[in-house]
């Protein structure tokens, strides 16, 4: 494969805010790739674009294209990535690449990639592992709140989340819409300030609180296990680091305040009362000790989100603590796909499962899909509905219908 010409450009996400888009030209045609942006990302996220803008990082990469192409850099393999990280240290070694960006980083890597399996004639996730087989889980976001909701009344976890348990993935996805039509017509019944509005994520913007909602989603749950005769779970992504205020858990819907101790059994309460099999974040993102007590008060998966960031070295400290269970994997947290495979193999190592996840402000590049199935996480958060969300989800139902 010979590399042309490497352009980055500004593009809108799915919040019509600002991020980057990344062509690569080859002489097997052109491949592209955009990085998505969140707004509850956590402080120990790689820096998404340079701290001098997102123009700046345009340039960078465009800088890097160049060096690219002129020092005829081929990538033929996952490894080669690394010939491109050499170039990227060169003009920035800060730990969170606070001059090109982590998104900008990103959407080089996985044009990148996407360009050398167009000149192998591969699929990307058959570029990275033909042997995969085991399509991810789909997590849908079905109600939500927090950050994701502009609304002044909402609840405060940020998401309420399906979890069908099927054999193909094609149903999983039919049984979370079916299970997301059934939820909006219980809130029409059962929400009367809801005017339809909806989060970053096209999750109901609701008004209940989250015991209303947990109620309602129970309600459900038991309708999809009746009507399609399967389990279907269920789950919360709580972003405790959003209304933690460093002494207290602040809650808004209702006005309450708690501890970190009654946090830790509040949550243990709502995972048994329930029957949650999934709790995203519970408590804030520091605290390690908190989470591996919580831990051991419950079967479900307990997962690291703000937690980790995608580091490679929070993670490690995660696994000598005992902190979680599974752990979500965003590549734009972390800028670099060869670390992040390695937070990857790190959690495969431990036991840990791993949740490939979206992010509020998407756009239609459907890389992750690939990532998840290449890489064998057991799950994969990206929605239930809206363009963006869907890009990733029809893009593992082509996979696996090409498996068929």
Request: proline share 2%.
């Amino acid at each position: 494969m010979m590399i042309k010409e490497i352009i980055a450009k500004k593009i809108l996400n799915s919040r019509r805010e600002q991020t980057i888009s990344v062509t690569v030209k080859t002489d097997s045609g052109n491949s592209e790739a955009s990085a998505p942006g969140g707004i509850s990302r956590g402080k120990h996220e790689a820096q998404p674009f340079s701290f001098r803008g997102i123009d700046f990082s345009v340039g960078l990469v465009n800088t890097i294209g160049r060096q690219i192409v002129n020092k005829k850099i081929g990538i033929d393999s996952f490894e080669d990535l690394e010939k491109i990280e050499e170039i990227v240290r060169q003009i920035d070694n800060s730990i969170d690449y606070k001059f090109l960006g982590a998104n900008s980083l990103f959407a080089l890597e996985a044009a990148l990639l996407k360009a050398a399996a167009l000149g192998q004639k591969k699929e990307l996730w058959q570029f990275l592992n033909e042997k995969a087989k085991v399509m991810p889980r789909l997590i849908g976001n079905c109600i939500g709140g927090g950050k994701h909701s502009r609304q002044k009344k909402k609840s405060d976890f940020q998401e309420f989340l399906f979890i069908p348990k099927t054999r193909k993935l094609f149903d999983n996805q039919f049984i979370n819409l079916n299970a997301y039509k059934k939820a909006k017509k219980l809130l029409q019944l059962n929400d009367n300030e809801w005017n339809d509005a909806l989060t970053d994520e096209n999750a109901f913007a609701s008004t209940l609180n989250n015991e209303e909602i947990l109620k309602l989603i129970l309600n459900v749950k038991a309708q999809m296990e009746k009507q399609f005769e399967i389990k279907f779970e269920i789950g919360v992504d709580v972003a405790a680091s959003t209304f933690w205020n460093g002494v207290n858990y602040s809650y808004k819907n209702p006005e309450m305040k708690k501890g970190r101790d009654e946090q830790i059994e509040y949550i243990a309460d709502l995972i048994k009362r329930h029957n949650l099999a999934y709790v995203e974040d519970p408590l804030q993102e520091d605290d390690f000790s908190g989470f591996a007590r919580l831990l051991k008060l419950t079967n479900c998966l307990i997962c690291g989100d703000d937690l980790i960031a995608t580091q490679f070295q929070r993670l490690e400290k995660a696994i000598k603590e005992k902190s979680i269970n599974s752990v979500i994997i965003k590549p734009n947290q972390n800028g670099s796909l060869l670390k992040t495979k390695q937070v990857i193999d790190l959690a495969k190592k431990n036991g840990i499962s791993c949740i490939m996840s979206h992010r509020s402000g998407e756009t239609l590049d459907n890389t992750i899909a690939d990532l998840a199935f290449a890489w064998q996480t057991e799950f994969i958060k990206t929605g239930i509905i809206g363009s963006e969300r869907l890009a990733k989800i029809n893009r593992l139902i082509k996979i696996e219908k090409s498996l068929e």
